[in-house]
C-alpha cells in the first residue's frame, strides 16, 4: 500500500483539486491564459482533480496523447508541482491552439508535437467534422463511426518507440490517452517504453456508434484487453461524483462493456491502466 501511504501522508490542502482551489471561472491560472482556457472550453473537472493527485504521486513526465484543444495541459498547468509535460496532436489547427496555450504560460517544461502516435510510422487520414477545425471528435480510425460525412487531412503518425530517443524525455509516470477508437495503436507503438516505465494510463475508451457493427466492436474490445493483459496491467473504471468535479472510484473491470454510445452514458468512458502491482494501493488511494 505504498501508494495510498504516500497519497495519506499529505496534508489535505495538498490532495488533488483542494491544492489548486480552481472555481469555475479558472481564476488562479496566469490571466493571460484566459482566452486559450475560453478556446479549450476548459474546466476544472474530475480529470483536473484525478491529474493533480496522480501526478502528486508519481512526480514524472506527463504523455498527453490527442491533445485537442489543450484541455489535459490546462489540468497539468493547475497542478502545483510538475515534472514536464509532452503533447501529441495530429490536428494542425488544435496543435497549434496548444501551442499558444504554452508559449502563453511561459513554460519551458511544456512541449507538443504536431503528430499523432500509431503503430506505424508515416501519413495516415485524420477525419474532422467538416464544420469544426477544433473538432474533438477527430479520428484516425475510419471505422469509428460509420456512415458519416468527414473532412480529410493528413497526419504525420509515428510509433513512439521509434522517436523516444529524440525528445529526450525521462520517465514517464502519468499518459493520458484521447483519440477516438485508436487506442490499440497508440499503445502498441509505446509498448516497449510502457514495458520499461510502467506509467499509469488514464484512457477514454468509447462506447460504440449506433451505426457501427456490434462483432466488430467487441473484436476491438476484446483486443485491447488482451494486450492489457500481456503487458501485466488492470483495467480500472474511474467512477465520478454526481456534479463531474471529482473521481471517488477505481473499479477492477475484468471486460468493458460493449454498449452503444449514449450522453447519458458518456461518463462511463473513462478508464485507468495501471500495472497490476500498482492496482490495490491505487484504489485504496482513492476511496
Known amino acids: 500500500m505504498e501508494t495510498a501511504a504516500r497519497f495519506r501522508s499529505l496534508p489535505p490542502e495538498q490532495i488533488g483539486a483542494m491544492h489548486v482551489v480552481l472555481d469555475s471561472g479558472g481564476s488562479e491560472l496566469l490571466p493571460e491564459l484566459s482566452v486559450a482556457r475560453d478556446a479549450s472550453d476548459w474546466r476544472p473537472d474530475w480529470k483536473t482533480q484525478l491529474i493533480s493527485q496522480l501526478l502528486t504521486l508519481r512526480r514524472e513526465t506527463l504523455i498527453d496523447v490527442g491533445a485537442n484543444r489543450g484541455q489535459t495541459l490546462l489540468d497539468y498547468l493547475s497542478v502545483p508541482d510538475t515534472h514536464g509535460y509532452l503533447g501529441f496532436e495530429p490536428n494542425y489547427y488544435c496543435a497549434s491552439l496548444v501551442s499558444d496555450i504554452i508559449a502563453s504560460a511561459r513554460r519551458s517544461d511544456c512541449r507538443i508535437v504536431p503528430a499523432g502516435l500509431s503503430d506505424r510510422n508515416g501519413l495516415q487520414q485524420l477525419l474532422l467534422d467538416p464544420e469544426e477545425n477544433l473538432d474533438p471528435s477527430a479520428s484516425l480510425d475510419v471505422s469509428l463511426r460509420p456512415g458519416r460525412s468527414w473532412k480529410e487531412q493528413f497526419a504525420a503518425c509515428y510509433r513512439f518507440d521509434d522517436i523516444r530517443a529524440a525528445l529526450q524525455i525521462g520517465k514517464i ?11 490499440l495503436p497508440v499503445l502498441l507503438g509505446m509498448e516497449a517504453s510502457i514495458v520499461k516505465d510502467q506509467p499509469w494510463i488514464l484512457c477514454e475508451v468509447l462506447h460504440r456508434d449506433f451505426m457501427a457493427e456490434e462483432s466488430n466492436h467487441q473484436q476491438r474490445l476484446d483486443a485491447l484487453m488482451s494486450w492489457i493483459s500481456r503487458v ?14 471529482r473521481a471517488t472510484e477505481l473499479v477492477a473491470m ?14 462511463q468512458c473513462d478508464y485507468l491502466f495501471a500495472p497490476r502491482a500498482d492496482t490495490g494501493s491505487l484504489i485504496e488511494a482513492l476511496r
Open 232 to 245: 501485466d496491467y488492470v483495467c480500472l473504471n474511474v467512477v465520478k461524483s454526481a456534479d463531474n468535479l
Open 173 to 183: 509516470g502519468l499518459l493520458k490517452i484521447d483519440v477516438e477508437g485508436a487506442e
Open 254 to 267: 475484468p471486460a468493458i462493456p460493449n454498449k452503444v454510445w449514449t450522453w447519458e452514458n458518456a461518463i
